[in-house]
């Protein structure tokens, strides 16, 4: 079992995460474009070696958001129609989404076995995510995961007040 931190740094012109260990090494490095279309973000190892990129599909009714791992596509966040409320549906292999991933409280599960939790801190500045992988081999997998979630909530949140 391993415990991860992503923590968002708040005010970053660019969207620039950090991902720590239980010791506050780093991890990953997550950069989003700046003012570039389409919008992505790139994850990358501790070394500097890009895992995933995750890409806003522009050209589409409804928003999509695809993570790519090492240059293969691995999961797709759709945006579903729907009238009241903002729904989505994610798609990854042999992986299932648990729980209200809204606001960061899931479990993801692999063929119906539990290989990570995720849990929103609520104790600090920015927002800060522990993630809690029982199963290390998928650690790029549900770091991707995770982030790409996040980036599906800030597009939302920006696509509403930008609509108010």
Known sequence: MKKLYIKQKVFSIGEKFTVVDEEQRLKYSV???????????SIENERGKEISRITKKTISLLPKFFVEINGEEAI???KQLSFFKAKYSISAENLTVNGNWWD?????SQKGRKVAEINKRWISWGDTYEITILNE??????????????CVKEDEAAASSASS
Do not use: N, Q, R, Y
């Not at 950069?31 to 973000?41: A, C, D, N, R, V």
């Not at 960061?104 to 993801?108: I, S």
């Not at 081999?137 to 996040?150: F, G, N, R, T």
């Open 104 to 108: 960061m409280d899931f479990e993801v």
């Open 76 to 78: 797709e966040i759709s």
């Open 137 to 150: 081999a998928l650690e790029e997998l549900i770091i991707s995961l995770v982030i790409a979630i996040d």
């Open 31 to 41: 950069k989003g474009s700046f003012m570039k279309i389409p919008k992505t973000f």
